[in-house]
Every structure is written in C-alpha cells, then in structure tokens.
C-alpha cells in the first residue's frame, strides 16, 4: 500500500478488469532422429526453414550406417515436408551411435612447433572437408605525419611483416601502455631469441620501412555435394589477441568452446592444441616449417591466393551405426556443462507441442523390439510433457496385420500412429523412394491450426509433396484399421492424396480423437501459462472471483469462436472456484482448487444422410 506523507494530490493508476489468459501456440514441433551433421548435446536452435536446417544439420545427403549400410536421409525428408505442408518452426535433436571410432572427421595436424588439430566440429561423414587457409599480408601502415611515426589500423598483438628496404620479418606488435608507443618483438633468424623494436627509434617510412599486418583467411569445402563452403576471412594469428575485451584469433573462433551457442551451432571446425605458450610469430613459424615455401609465396606482393594458401584435408569422419532406443532416449546434463542429449533436450523447450522421431521405425521387422523401444520412449516424453502429441510412424513395409500387431503393444492419449508410408520423388536421386508420415503429419497438424483451430481434426486434408502411398488401401481395409486407432493416408479420385483419420492410440473412449488430446493440451498449457500471477497471492476471497472471472473470460472467447459445443455459455462450459471447491485444510496449506468443465467439440467422423421414397402428396 502507498504511504502518503506530504499534503498534496496523488494520481495513481489502478486496473479494473480481470487478468486476460493469451492461447498458446500449438504449431511448434520437436524431430528427434540421425542427421548428416550438426550437434548433439547443444540446446536446439529454432528452425523456421529448410535452408536454416541444412546450414546447422547438413544437406539431404543419404546417411551410411556401418551396421546397416545406406539408406535415405528420413529427417531431411521429413523437414522438407514439415515446411512444404505448413509447419512454421521446428527443434531438431540430433542422435549419433559411434562404433569403433568417434566419427570426427580429422587428420589435419600440424607436426611443427606449437602443433595443432585439426577436425570437425561434429562426427559425421558430411564433416569431410578441406581445410583451406589462405595468408594475406596487407597494405603498408606505417605513416609519418612530419612528427612521429603512426601506425594505422594496428591492434595490440598483431603479427606484422616489417620490410627493412628489401628484407623482411615477422614481428608481434605490442602496445607499451606505460610509454604510449609500439613495441615490435620477433625471433633472430635461426634461434628462439627475441629481437626488439621501436615504433619512433628503429623505424622510418622515408627510408623505406614498412609494416603490414598478416592475417589469414579460413575456407571450409565440404566434400559433400551441394554443401555450401565456409569462410571466414582475415583472423589474427596471436592466440592472445583481443578485440573489444573478446578473444578473436584463429584458436579463438575455432575453439571447441566457442563463444556463444549460435557460433557452437554453426562452425564447422574446431582447431586446438597446445598453444598456450605461443604468439603470433611462433604460430605463423609452424606453418612456414610444415610448409617450406609458403613463406616465398606470401611476401611475394603479386603471388595469387592459391600459392599463399595451405590445404588440409579432414577425413575419416562417418555415420556411426544405427542409433539405439538410449540414444533417443537421451541423458541429462552433468553437474560440470549441464548438457542434454536425445529427449532430454526437449524438455528444457515449452513450445514444443508436436514431437515425432522420423526414420526411427525403418527396418521395424528387423528388430521390433528396439523400434518399440523408440516409441516407448517418445509416447513416455509426451505424457511427462503433459501438453504435448507424439506422432508415431508405421514401420516400412508393413501389411495391414503387420500394423496392427504394432499397434496393439501401445495405449496412450498422447500418441498417434499413422500409416502407411508416403511415396514421394526424392530431390537427390530423382526416383520414387517412400520415406516416413510424421513429417508430413506434423506439417498437416500446424497448417490445420493455422487455416482453422486446433480444436478442428487434423483429417481430411491434402498431403501436398505425396505422389502415392507405400500401400493403396480402400474402405473396406480402413474399417478394420480405424477402430484400432490406425490413421490411414488414402487416394481418393479426383480428391487427391489425403489423411483421413484423426485417432488416437487411447482405448479410452473420452480421448478417441487427436484434435481434442491437443485442444485439451491447448487449454491447459494457456491457462497454466496465464494464471502464474496468482501464486502467492492472498487466498481469498478477491483472488477467487478475479481467477473466475479470468478463466470465463477465456472460455467464453473460445466458445465465441466456435471451439466449444452449446447455444449458450453455461452450456458450453463452466468456472467454479469458492468453498465448495476447497476445504479449509486445502486453505491452510496453501492450495487453491479450481474445477472447470467444458464441452469439447468432436469432428464428425461418419457423417450418414438417410434417403427414402416420398410421395408429392405426404406432408413430412
């Protein structure tokens, strides 16, 4: 309460409507499965277009398991047809499985003195490359203004070339605070000693000195096809080298920790080692003893890019094998860096309402058990997460009892199972492959949403990038698959391609139909979300009427918009919070209870019109 103690007038502001309650967003999914590339203990990044995939996770190049050899890039494949069906933003975990060696592409050492690794950032066969790293020595900057020798655009612990009428060598350039000029340090040719110079005593532009900065340009070529070259141009040797109070060197960007989670996501490569010890001048002294004449070629003013540059090639990098249920599953952060791995990262991430593991059931007939672990594991994450839909894929393959049989080994509210595959024409091979519908399914979900509501089934809508299913199925087969909770894509003549079926795996009558497990996650998670205000607030009565009046408020909206069944609101749903919904022990120990009850609309699933003879002369 405000104190008032001085006579005067006192203008204050006060609200005198209820708490409003925003809905959620129920278009954001979460894929879990193998990439070519990219993390996979880094807190995902939200992706909002194919192109922002394949520059964190690699291109659609086909995956090769030494377990189980080639097979389709199923992710990539199911981005593709996330965005193409309307999804809009979407988290990918990566899971890798290494067998025998890391899958780090590398072999990219420098034996000289400091020496150094070279590799990829992340294991995978897309992280064979070639490591290009071009030396540029620059412009003249030593300058005389009449007065004194000035150095332009020359920071502390630079590696400079100082030219001596026609000799040259390298220098560290280091600025005396204390005397307020520069200071140059080098080696004596032949030996570790160090040589020193003076900005205003050892040097003179009029007789012929120069200084020029030396840096080097880093080029990253994937030997992937299609992938997009990385460069980043003109970094400092020094390892010590600073600019704005921030490491920025040649270790400093290509360190294995780098400096913010967007630089994690993206480098591709990491160089470290013992340089600890090192500047600048001993690190460009290593390069020039693995490679005898490159210092020829880097003082020489018109020497091309090529013959100033160093290639080290990165390889040995693969896919690993086959990823197991336990990497899906994945592991919680460490009590020293706090990373997630698998599942495990998802749960950190609120917005996520869709989850599905694209691929994760190819070779289901191989090894069951192991796919089901798969599923086990994501249907036991969306009923933890409480407000999110699991989107399960049918195994490759499969006959309609082959689907079944899988499908009677699960029961949840939280999942939907969904067959059979979809034919598509891949955009690497130009040939029809069949790959996944969770893809597709978790794209149709955020469209539906977005053109209608999420209280609308997620059924009869077109599945844009299918050109035919693994299987064709007719009524009579989807009469048998329906009842079980099997959602079937079907072909209908001049319809198209078409998902035509919104159960989900529940044998619970209450949770039948997708649309309402999401609408009920829709309402939940808003009014978890818009109610925080109220804890610790006094528990009485003022706080039972504004929470009342704050959560009718939202139900009448979405009664209002047709999300609710009833031709009136105490109809359609209802708000209850006073004595009769909490005792007095609830009170004293700091609970408040509301009920709240709605009528949820269910999609019209047969839809039956009874024709019969009538004669013109009967009244109806």
């Excluded at 006060?14 to 499965?33: C, L, M, N, P, Q």
């Excluded at 989107?391 to 067959?419: K, N, P, W």
């Excluded at 044998?507 to 998670?525: G, I, K, M």
Aim: proline residues 5%; charged residues 25%.
């Amino acid at each position: 309460m405000p104190e008032y103690l001085a006579p005067g007038v006192y203008v204050e502001e006060t609200s005198f409507r209820a708490k409003s309650i925003e809905g959620v967003s129920t278009t954001t999914a979460g894929f879990i499965g193998p990439t070519c590339f990219g993390p996979i203990d880094i807190e995902p990044e939200i992706i909002t277009s194919l192109v922002e995939y394949e520059r964190i996770y690699g291109g659609k190049s086909k995956l090769e398991f030494s377990d189980t050899g080639e097979i389709d890039n199923y992710m990539w494949h199911a981005v593709r047809a996330f965005f193409e069906e309307g999804g809009k933003r979407l988290y990918i975990s990566r899971v890798f499985e290494s067998q025998n060696s890391s899958g780090y592409a590398d072999d990219g050492v420098l034996n000289a003195e400091p020496s150094f690794l070279i590799r990829a950032r992340f294991p995978g066969k897309s992280g064979n490359a070639r490591v290009v790293f071009t030396f540029k020595v620059g412009q003249n900057v030593l300058v005389n203004d009449g007065i004194l020798n000035r150095l332009n655009a020359v920071s502390n612990r630079d590696v400079v070339w100082i030219r001596d009428n026609n000799a040259g060598k390298y220098y560290l350039a280091l600025w005396d605070i204390d005397q307020r000029t520069w200071m140059f340090e080098g080696l004596k040719d032949g030996s570790e000693d160090v040589v020193s110079l003076e900005l205003q005593k050892d040097l003179d532009p009029t007789s012929g000195h120069e200084v020029r900065i030396v840096t080097v340009t880093v080029t990253i070529e994937p030997f992937a096809a299609g992938a997009e070259p990385f460069v980043v141009a003109d970094l400092p040797l020094d390892p010590k080298h600073q600019r704005a109070g921030s490491p920025d060197s040649l270790f400093a960007y290509f360190a294995e920790r780098s400096a913010s989670l967007a630089q994690a996501r993206t480098i591709p490569i990491v160089i470290h080692g013992d340089v600890t010890e090192a500047n600048g001048v001993t690190v460009l002294q290593s390069f020039f003893d693995a490679y005898p004449d490159l210092r020829v070629d880097i003082e020489n003013p018109v020497s091309s890019a090529e013959k100033r540059s160093v290639l080290v090639s990165l390889t040995n990098g693969n896919d690993g094998i086959q990823p197991t249920s336990a990497k899906y599953e994945g592991q919680g952060g460490g009590e020293s860096d706090g990373s997630k791995t698998g599942l495990k990262q998802f749960e950190d991430l609120e917005d996520i309402s869709i989850v599905a593991a694209p691929g994760s059931t190819f070779g289901y007939k191989d090894n069951p058990g192991e796919v089901q672990a798969i599923i086990g594991s994501l249907i036991s994450h969306a009923r933890r997460m409480r407000y999110r839909i699991a989107v399960i894929d049918s195994g490759d393959g499969q006959t309609i009892s082959e689907v079944r049989a899988m499908r009677a080994r699960f029961d949840s509210s939280h999942a939907a199972l969904y067959y059979p595959w979809i034919k598509i024409v891949d955009p690497l091979t130009q040939r029809e492959i069949h790959v996944p519908p969770s893809g597709f399914v978790a794209g149709i979900y955020a469209r539906n949403d977005v053109n209608r509501a999420v209280y609308k089934a997620p059924a009869n809508e077109v599945v844009n990038l299918a050109i035919g299913f693994e299987k064709f199925l007719n009524k009579s087969q989807q009469e048998v698959l329906n009842p079980e909770g099997v959602n079937c894509f079907r072909f209908f003549e001049g319809r198209g391609m078409r998902l035509w079926g919104a159960r989900t795996i529940s044998s619970d009558p209450e949770w039948r139909y997708v649309n309402l497990r999401r609408y009920f996650a829709y309402l939940e998670r808003s009014i978890d979300k818009g109610t925080q205000w109220a804890v610790f607030e006094p528990n009485g009565e003022a706080l039972w009427a504004n929470i009342r009046s704050t959560i009718g408020d939202f139900l009448l909206n979405e009664w209002q918009s047709g999300a609710l069944l009833g031709d009136k609101p105490e109809r359609a749903y209802f708000v209850k919070c006073d004595r009769s919904t909490m005792s007095q022990n609830d009170i004293d120990n700091g609970r408040l209870v509301c009920l709240i009850g709605v009528v949820p609309l269910r999609p019209a699933e047969f839809v039956i019109f009874r024709i019969g003879q009538w004669t013109a002369d009967r009244k109806v």
